[in-house]
């Protein structure tokens, strides 16, 4: 009987926390929708968010590749930020202890592509069109912290509110995977 109460907490633990995340998730749509929309340059942005995850994972290295001319946007930058979070929690999670995360901009003709690189493993050939999909995500282990897989759910509602659209593929010349906004 104990073992089946115990299940059962688990097993109610882990949907209240489905519940919440997607609660949160559902909060992030509905402020994507109301968000304000104003010009700001997204190079500044980017150097401070990335002097902040150097202090928040001190067991990661940051680089950046960015422009040396402002790149201006019409959006939301607080929207900007919070995406380029969960790119960069994704990225801490995949790579290992050590690694060198890098932060990059690079200008198109008609676009600024936001790129966040890591070193580890190569993104799962099943994965290629899922990765941005609400409630999946491709995580093995034992990893204690909940997944739910909204994460980059999130980043794509937030690039697409911007006119963009997001993208992974692995790294060419070594394992590891390149997310792009």
């Known amino acids: 009987a104990r073992i089946y109460v115990e299940r059962a907490r688990e097993g109610s633990e882990r949907l ?3 519940l919440v995340a997607m609660g949160a998730a559902t909060r992030v749509e509905e402020a994507i929708q109301h ?15 990335v002097a902040s995850y150097r202090i928040g994972f001190p067991e990661r290295k940051f680089a950046t590749r960015l422009p040396h001319e402002p ?4 959006g939301a930058p607080d929207l900007i930020v919070q ?5 960069i929690d994704n990225a801490v999670d995949f790579s290992p202890v050590g690694a060198t995360i890098t932060v990059g901009l690079r200008l198109e003709p008609h676009a600024a592509v936001l790129e966040v ?34 994460g980059l759910y999130i980043v794509r509602l937030i ?21 792009s906004v």
């Open 83 to 87: 995406m380029l979070d969960k790119l």
């Open 117 to 150: 690189e890591n070193p580890g493993p190569r993104l799962p050939t099943h994965a290629r069109g899922r990765v941005f999909e609400s409630l999946w995500q491709s995580r093995s282990g034992q990893d204690s912290r909940p997944h739910f897989g909204l």
């Open 16 to 18: 209240n926390a489905i």
């Open 159 to 179: 690039a697409e509110f911007h006119g963009g659209r997001a993208e992974a593929e692995d790294l060419t010349h070594e394992s590891g995977a390149r997310f």
């Open 71 to 74: 790149v201006i946007l019409d």
């Open 35 to 49: 968000a304000e929309r104003t010009r700001f340059d997204l190079v500044p942005l980017l150097d401070s968010a």
